[in-house]
């Protein structure tokens, strides 16, 4: 059983960052997909971003449309902790954000796909 705490959410102004961080336990850590999904008010849960590990080559990444070019996905297998740096961030980022982890290397969008979830945590963003 695999349990994630996320931390690093916030009020924050709009073009401001903010750095989240979520800490895993209980699995090997580098042998699972790693996501952020967030959740706004009266929205549905959405896919921000995910990120991989492999021996062969370091892993990969991908990140939704909305967020490419402002928010940056990262994992240090020594700590168990995977971080999502926000970058340029708009009013219309305001959400619970949720870390998320499913076993394997493959790039993981749907929130179906993954089998653990941390509690979340609300980042507020100002106009």
């Known amino acids: 059983q695999v349990q994630l705490v996320e931390s690093g959410g916030g009020l924050v102004q709009a073009g401001g960052s903010l750095r989240l961080s979520c800490v895993a336990s209980?699995?090997?850590?580098?042998?699972?997909?790693m996501g952020w999904f967030r959740q706004a008010p009266g929205k549905e849960q959405e896919f921000v971003a995910a990120?991989?590990?492999?021996?062969?080559?370091?892993?990969?990444?991908y990140y939704a449309d909305s967020v490419k070019g402002r928010f940056t996905i990262s994992r240090d297998n020594a700590k168990n902790t995977v971080y999502l740096q926000m970058n340029n961030l708009k009013p219309e980022d305001t959400a619970v954000y949720y870390c998320?982890?499913?076993?394997?290397?493959?790039?993981?969008?749907?929130?179906?796909?993954?089998?653990?979830w941390g509690q979340g945590t609300q980042v507020t963003v100002s106009s």
């Open positions: 209980g699995g090997t850590f580098r042998s699972y997909t």
């Open positions: 990120n991989t590990w492999n021996a062969w080559s370091a892993g990969t990444t």
């Open positions: 998320a982890a499913v076993l394997g290397s493959a790039i993981r969008t749907m929130r179906d796909e993954y089998d653990y």
